[in-house]
């Protein structure tokens, strides 16, 4: 059994297959790095409250941040469209502000994500709000955020 | 008594084992395979198993005499067969020993399912077993083919197997079985019968084979004239482990797994029979494959029908109807609540796996028997890996109080207060033996180990509930969990089935073409046959992704109608390498090239599907709607898929350099067009799965979690398929081999200008129109006129457009209409994507709101009822362009969930879309009123809320999407388009005459000798 193949033409073809993958393969892997390509929005970190507290985030870029939405902190403001609450990973708090309809799964005392930018006082100007589907969902991030607070285990965690 | 019963059948079920394990190790001795290590793994392991099992109920000890007993026999069995002067006669027997090995699969089988369902599924050593076993069960009989002195000693197996299945099932059964109803009782005699029965069958077998040894070898030499009687044992034989099974579930309470059990063995037989297919009788077990195929399909759909019935009867002693069903849930929504979640989806997913293989069995009649008997075995091991996840993982069936961890502790009570009361002395020593079991959780090893057979026996004079009774008293909800409120919705009875529909359809085509690399033979044939089930898979694909987006954009409230979400992805990267998969099958079946890259597509079309029924399930991804994640189901499904994958990569890599190439074409043909095709829609299927996976990736390598967002996807998905676009009508009208480029040129000419004009003067004319979109109304043009010129330039030809259609073939229609479908789809894609306005405001009846023109006035709110639900419905009129219109959406409170739901109001025209939705009121007393048990909700309080909520303001949210239905329709034209194609004259008229002619793509000549003789 030969791997290569036998004709010239069919090499030729392999050759152009093959720059080709990888090519496309090489040009992704450039352009997915972050600040590359897309523009605003296009790849985000993620970040959570503790983080932002010790100043790892950027201002004014496109940052997610996730936890669990904390009790009672919920409010929705005067102009009665923009909503405010905080998200925590047990240790920091942020407050979020969005100016929306919050997803209807979105609950106090259970996880979320949201996407926008930190404006100069703190707080994250959202775009997005994501919350889950499932009640049993936890996103993956906002896990690890937490298990990174170690109180896992401790906190029982309404997942 | 009958508890020594139980032990003794399990120290049966060992001796069992080891002879099992006896004839693989002196089979080996004559002749070894490579794949006998397996089988002598297999071996241990299995030992390994059964001596762990029997550990816990046991003595080993007592193990050793029916042990040796058993050897003892199996050596005189081995003496007689060696020394006899038979010996050169049998070794002739050849037809009696296919029948003979495949008996021999019986009690593979059985270990199989015995190991499987005596653990119930919770340990990994028992998978492995099963894994590892079932090569076994593959491997072994092929293996005794020339060892025939071990007939005797092997029929002996099959009867002391059948033995087994009898005394460990039917007998604690049969005890078991007298605390239910007569009418349980009576199908337990029934399966005594039916056992009994094939017992008899078994030893008839055996006087056959014995016939066979001692007197006309040659006439029995033709015992294909009597296959028909014998492969009914062995069918009715095979029959028995189920049988088993079916009443080892009922005594553990989970009635209704049985059709899924049956289905499983079914489809074990499907798959390991045409796999011997070789050895064996060939034709006739091709055609065994057809009827275990429509079997499982028929036990699967019993298994869907029985859930349906759950849900409808609202059955909460089993945990998935309890989780996501409701006595106040409308009866549509309890049908559809049996997709709602994981486990019923699936099992959905499996049946539409079988329909499709039905489908399959069903048209192929005029293929070649051993190719089609490939397939369907192809298929079958897909359906093995979906069939046994389903009942390993994630069985639907599953009692409630399985999983109930406090289970022990509450029955325990309730025992011993039975117990106290009772104030027997037999019943206090069981109660001293239940209490050593009592210490840890009861578990299904309890259940059926000796003290619980006891306990029924001891039981049976007094007054306790039966077993079943007593289980259902740990239901812990009396009216169930809900169903999800945003699958309470006509979207939930369609999007699953016709996504799964168009998922697992990519299977069909991964089928053929492993079937035809495992005949060698990859050639137009094989194209030709695979064509239609690419292309209606692919169009179900296109209808339940369209649906999907739909749904989503009005029941979900993402605000948009497609999110780049990894759930989203993960069904559309399938698709779009399918759409590869249908243009390039073209150039294989037409032109016979393109053959190795046709398969390559269709493995990895497949192979994607999986991963994203991995990625949407095992929870690795972000998504807001996968779902809730279970790692154990992340490790099978990635298992199955390296072992599918896997398995496929390396029978091409040795199958590859057997492809041969027919069709040779210069560099500007149809081939070269379909060729850009390709590699652009490949391009797309990896930049979308790296955006999807770079996450995953990123997270592992750098340990940062990072999210990619929709405009990474646009900023590639655009452009690419946009120059795909620009170049789709040129490749319908470019000739096969060659095609002069300046007469291409000449005749597209009017179409670009015509194109380019339209897009022009739309970009000066409409001052919403940017350049954006402006190049895709170009474009669009461009896809629509250049996709009709063939039908123009017929038209002119022929003078009439019937005359032209008539002299189109329908695949040459199907891709038009499919095309013109992509040219709907950019137009709504473009608008509703740029020009599209979202507004949230403050409003309060009374007040209007003006966007885009259109004014939305608020008229009134009132409170609702639903079934499950209350809610706020409002009263918008919109004003648009002189008309008026009046949309009701609704803020929905449902009370078991208590989970809020937006039903978005919609107005919708062809040219737009207008969508309200609310948030939550902004009035204390509204906001909690409707979270109320209905009870609570009094006459005055009501009064009181209609008084308030006249001035009650809310946050509205108005979204105004241009052209937003073209998306949708686009998808519906180009599914449309792939129907019509699949009824191409070519495929349905493909008769027995076309077919003799035609070369058969896996010929084999024992088949052919088998098929003349007949």
Redesign the interface.
């Known amino acids: 059994?030969?791997i290569f193949p036998k004709t010239e033409q069919r090499r030729r073809r392999l050759m152009l297959v093959i720059v080709?993958v990888f090519g496309?393969?090489t040009s992704?892997?450039l352009?997915?790095l972050?600040g590359s390509?897309?523009?605003?929005?296009?790849?985000?970190?993620?970040y959570s409250p503790t983080d932002i507290v010790a100043g790892k985030a950027p201002a004014k870029r496109?940052i997610?941040i996730g936890g669990i939405v904390v009790e009672g902190s919920r409010k929705?403001l005067d102009?009665?469209?923009t909503v405010q609450f905080a998200v925590t990973d047990m240790k920091n708090n942020i407050t979020v502000r969005y100016?929306?309809?919050?997803?209807?799964?979105f609950e106090e005392g259970k996880g979320a994500?949201a996407?926008g930018k930190l404006d100069d006082k703190g707080i994250l100007v959202a775009n997005i709000v994501?919350?889950?589907?499932?009640?049993?969902?936890m996103?993956?991030?906002v896990k690890?955020?937490l298990e990174k607070q170690k109180l896992n285990s401790t906190l029982k965690l309404k997942q | 008594m009958l508890a020594e019963l139980g032990t003794f059948a399990l120290i049966i079920a060992l001796c069992l084992t080891i002879i099992q394990a006896g004839f693989p190790l002196i089979g080996t001795l004559r002749r070894s395979y490579f794949l006998d290590g397996a089988g002598r793994i297999a071996v241990l392991v299995s030992l390994g198993y059964f001596l762990y099992q029997s550990r816990a109920t046991t003595e080993l000890y007592t193990l050793l005499i029916p042990a040796l007993l058993l050897a003892s026999t199996l050596t005189v069995f081995s003496l007689l067969g060696t020394i006899g002067k038979y010996y050169q006669q049998v070794k002739k027997l050849s037809a009696q020993a296919y029948i003979i090995r495949a008996v021999l699969l019986i009690p593979c089988l059985l270990a199989i399912l015995y190991s499987i369902f005596i653990v119930g599924f919770t340990k990994p050593l028992v998978t492995t077993a099963t894994l590892i076993l079932s090569l076994t069960a593959l491997t072994n009989a092929p293996r005794l083919r020339r060892n025939l002195f071990l007939n005797g000693s092997l029929t002996f197996a099959v009867i002391a197997s059948a033995l087994v299945g009898f005394s460990t099932s039917i007998i604690p059964a049969f005890v078991i079985g007298r605390f239910f109803s007569p009418a349980t009782f009576g199908i337990m005699i029934l399966l005594l019968i039916i056992l009994a029965i094939c017992l008899l069958l078994l030893v008839a077998l055996l006087v056959i084979e014995i016939c066979g040894n001692l007197k006309d070898i040659e006439r029995l030499k033709g015992l294909s004239r009597y296959s028909t009687f014998l492969r009914m044992p062995l069918l009715i034989a095979t029959a028995i482990p189920v049988l088993m099974m079916i009443v080892l579930i009922k005594i553990v309470g989970g009635y209704y797994t049985t059709p899924n059990i049956i289905a499983l063995t079914v489809i074990t037989i499907l798959i390991v029979v045409p796999l011997l297919h070789r050895q064996i009788y060939g034709y006739h077990f091709a055609e065994l494959t057809r009827s275990a195929g429509l079997g499982q399909f028929v036990f699967t759909l019993l298994a869907l029908g029985i859930l349906v019935t759950l849900f409808v009867n609202s059955d909460f002693s089993v945990r998935y109807v309890a989780e996501n069903s409701n006595t106040a849930l409308p009866l549509l929504y309890k049908v559809t609540a049996v997709w709602g979640?994981h486990e019923g989806s699936f099992l959905l997913m499996t049946l539409v796996l079988s329909a499709w293989t039905t489908a399959v069995i069903l048209f192929s009649r005029n293929l070649p028997a051993l190719y089609a008997a490939r397939i369907i075995s192809i298929m079958g091991l897909i359906s093995i890996g979906f069939l046994l996840f389903g009942l390993i993982t994630s069985n639907p069936f599953t009692p409630i109080y399985w999983e109930q961890v406090n289970f022990a502790g509450e029955f325990w009570e309730q025992l011993k207060r039975v117990l106290e009361n009772a104030k027997d002395p037999s019943l206090a020593a069981v109660l001293n033996k239940f209490e050593i079991s009592a210490e840890s959780p009861v578990s299904v090893k309890f259940i059926f180990g000796n003290t619980g057979i006891e306990l029924f026996t001891a039981f049976k004079d007094y007054n306790l509930s039966d077993y079943y009774t007593t289980f259902r008293r740990f239901v812990p909800e009396a009216e169930g969990k809900d169903l999800?409120?945003?699958l309470q919705d006509m979207g939930q009875a369609i999007h699953p089935p016709l996504l799964y529909v168009g998922y697992v359809g990519f299977s069909v085509a991964f089928s053929f073409s492993i079937a035809s690399l495992m005949g060698g033979k990859l050639d137009s044939a094989w194209a030709r046959w695979s064509r239609p089930w690419s292309t209606i898979a692919w169009a179900f694909l296109t209808l339940g992704i369209m649906l999907g987006s739909w749904w989503a954009y009005y029941e979900?409230?993402w605000g948009d109608w497609w999110f780049w979400d990894p759930v989203e992805n993960s069904s559309f990267i399938p698709w779009v390498v399918g759409t590869a998969l249908i243009h390039s099958l073209a150039v294989t079946e037409k032109r016979g090239s393109f053959q190795s890259w046709t398969v390559i597509l269709s493995i990895i079309a497949f192979s994607l599907s999986l991963l994203g029924t991995f990625l949407v399930r095992s929870?690795?991804?972000?998504s807001?709607?996968?779902?809730?994640?279970d790692p154990e189901r992340g490790v099978f499904l990635l298992i199955f898929l390296t072992l599918i994958i896997g398995g496929s990569l390396i029978l091409y890599?040795?199958q590859a350099?057997k492809i041969k190439s027919i069709g040779r074409f210069s560099g500007f043909s149809k081939e070269t067009f379909l060729l850009v095709n390709n590699?652009i829609l490949i391009?797309v299927a990896?930049?979308i799965l790296?955006?999807t996976l770079?996450p995953i990736i990123s997270n592992g390598i750098q340990d940062?979690?990072?999210?990619?967002?929709?405009?990474?996807f646009n900023?590639?998905f655009i452009p690419l398929m946009l120059l795909l676009a620009l170049l789709m009508p040129l490749g319908p009208m470019v000739n096969w081999k060659k095609h002069d480029p300046k007469k291409l040129l000449m005749r597209v000419l009017p179409y670009a200008v015509a194109s380019i004009l339209v897009g022009v003067v739309f970009y000066l004319t409409v001052e919403k129109i940017n350049w954006l979109i402006a190049i895709c109304i170009t474009i669009a043009t461009w896809v629509t006129l250049g996709s009709l010129e063939i039908l123009f330039y017929r038209i002119r030809r022929m003078k009439t457009l019937g005359r032209a259609l008539s002299s189109l073939s329908a695949s040459s229609i199907g891709s038009m209409v499919a095309h013109i479908g992509i040219a709907v789809f950019i137009i709504g894609a473009a608008f509703a994507g740029i020009n599209s306005i979202k507004k949230?405001?403050?409003l309060a009846p009374g007040q209007s709101y003006t966007v885009n023109g259109i004014k939305f006035e608020f008229v009134s709110t009132r409170f609702v009822e639903g079934p499950n639900y209350n809610a706020y419905e409002a009263k918008f009129n919109i004003y648009d362009k002189g008309k008026v219109f009046a949309v009701y959406p609704q803020k929905r409170f449902y009370l078991k969930?208590t989970?809020?739901?937006?039903e978005a109001g919609i107005h919708w025209q062809l040219n737009r879309d207008l969508v309200i939705?609310?948030?939550?009121p902004?009035n204390t007393f509204v906001k909690n009123f409707y979270g109320q048990a209905k009870h609570e909700l009094t006459q005055a309080r009501r009064d009181h809320v209609a008084k308030l909520l006249k001035t009650t303001?809310w946050?509205i949210?108005i979204k105004y999407k241009p052209f937003m239905r073209l998306t949708w329709l686009g998808a519906i034209i180009m599914a449309f388009g792939g129907l019509i194609a699949t009824l191409d004259k070519r495929y349905r008229l493909f008769s027995r005459k076309k077919l003799a002619t035609m070369q058969a793509p896996a010929t084999d000549a024992k088949l052919k000798l088998l098929d003349e003789k007949k």
């Open positions: 059994m030969s080709l496309l393969s992704l892997i352009l997915s972050p390509g897309g523009g605003a929005g296009a790849i985000s970190f993620f496109n997610d929705q102009d009665g469209v100016k929306g309809i919050l997803p209807d799964m994500v996407k994501l919350a889950k589907h499932d009640e049993k969902y996103p993956p991030v690890k955020a | 979640a999800n409120p945003l979900l409230g929870g690795v991804l972000n807001v709607h996968s779902f809730a994640s890599a040795f350099p590699i391009a990896a930049t790296w955006g770079y940062r979690s990072i999210s990619v967002g929709p405009p990474w900023l590639y949230t405001e403050k969930r989970q809020l739901m937006t939705s609310m948030g939550k902004l303001s946050p949210t």
